[in-house]
């Protein structure tokens, strides 16, 4: 846990959401690493912070499923299983064919303008290799989509399962082929919604996820 840094406490937001968004990035970013415990005494240390924030922090990772509690034992690092992985991914197929969907049904103009440059963009990030622009860019395109269908719940349940895989994200966009792949299939989706096609975004939008999907049973499983 030497890697995290003391918060800044000027900044303007309440306490607790910077320590949560704090230990959420560690996490994500492997500084905190899977089956890692936590110990309340040494974040709130390097972290310049009582523990309770710490506590209430932990609490709410626990519910996003990044940290699990082990009775008698504290707070740790979830690892997720390939399992896992393949849970959430079909959990995600529905919801994000759902987001697309909705995304086709109520799109502005100006939405769609946003949503084509961040498209180049990861295609551009693709084409130098560029993996953390890929991986960026590839967050902003799905999220534009997410903000496009316009439902609040659904925005939160599809951006929970994005962090719960973040770690095999990572993997995914770092083989070239298969992000060239994502260029294409990015395509595909932005002109069904750009169409106002909202059955064919959500066809696209799922099997966007299928396909990652497929690419993990076919290098992970056994690795």
């Known amino acids: ?26 996490i994500l970013e492997g500084n905190l690493k899977a089956g890692q415990r936590l110990m309340e005494v040494q974040l709130a240390e390097q972290l310049g912070v009582s523990r309770t924030p710490i506590r209430e922090a932990i609490r709410k990772l626990e519910l ?22 393949i849970d ?6 529905s919801l994000e064919g759902l987001a697309a969907y909705l995304a ?18 990861f295609e551009t990030c693709v084409r130098e290799a560029d ?20 439902n609040k719940k659904l925005y939160q349940l599809i951006t929970s399962l994005w962090e719960q895989v973040h770690r095999f994200r990572v993997t995914y966009v770092s083989n070239y082929d298969a992000s060239l792949s994502l260029v294409e299939e990015h395509n595909r989706i932005l002109q069904a919604i750009k169409t106002g096609d909202g059955e064919l975004a959500k066809k696209y939008a ?3 996820i299928e396909l990652a999907e497929q690419f993990f049973m076919e290098n992970t499983a056994n690795s």
Do not use: Q
């Open 131 to 150: 993996i953390e622009g890929v991986l960026k860019k590839d967050i902003d395109f799905h999220e534009k989509i997410f903000m496009m269908a316009n």
């Open 64 to 85: 996003e499923g990044l940290v699990v509690m082990l009775p008698r034992k504290g707070a740790y690092v979830a690892d997720m299983s390939f399992k896992d992985l």
């Open 104 to 121: 086709a049904e109520r799109r502005s103009d100006e939405e769609i303008v946003a949503l084509e440059k961040v498209a180049k963009e």
């Open 88 to 93: 959430v991914l079909e959990i995600r197929a």
């Open 206 to 208: 799922t099997e966007h």
């Open 1 to 26: 846990m030497d890697s995290l840094t003391k918060i800044n406490l000027d900044n303007y937001k309440p306490l607790r959401d910077v320590v949560f968004e704090n230990l959420r990035t560690a």
